[in-house]
């Protein structure tokens, strides 16, 4: 079994800054991407950001230029630096991980248990 424990969210003013970790435990044999999701009140879930393991990085409009995925393959670790926040990044982010084996070519998602991010006004 694998498990992802996030951390960094928190309360911050509009213009500043926040950083999210999460780490990866279990019975990890490799993992293909990394990334970070959200979901407000109301609203479905929607990517903010993904990594492959090779390091390209993909970002959703509202978040480019302020926002920057990176990930230690070493501790299976994934980062999301938040920069210039606003009242609309608040959501509850959750962290994902493609988790498998590429001998048997067999992966799955597993999923964090989400941290709150508040950006006042």
């Known amino acids: 079994q694998v498990q992802l424990v996030e951390s960094g969210g928190g309360l911050v003013q509009a213009g500043g800054s926040l950083r999210l970790s999460c780490a990866a435990s279990?019975?990890?044999?490799?993992?293909?991407?990394m990334g970070w999701y959200r979901q407000a009140p109301g609203k479905q879930r929607e990517p903010v950001a993904t990594i492959t393991s090779g390091g390209s990085t993909n970002y959703a409009d509202s978040v480019k230029g302020r926002f920057t995925i990176s990930r230690d393959n070493d501790k299976n670790t994934v980062y999301l630096q938040m920069n210039g926040l606003k009242p609309e990044d608040t959501s509850v982010y959750y962290c994902?991980?493609?988790?498998?084996?590429?001998?048997?070519?067999?992966?799955?998602?597993?999923w964090g248990q989400g941290t709150q991010v508040t950006v006042s006004s």
């Open positions: 994902n991980a493609n988790v498998g084996r590429w001998s048997i070519g067999y992966f799955r998602d597993y």
């Open positions: 279990g019975t990890i044999f490799s993992i293909n991407a």
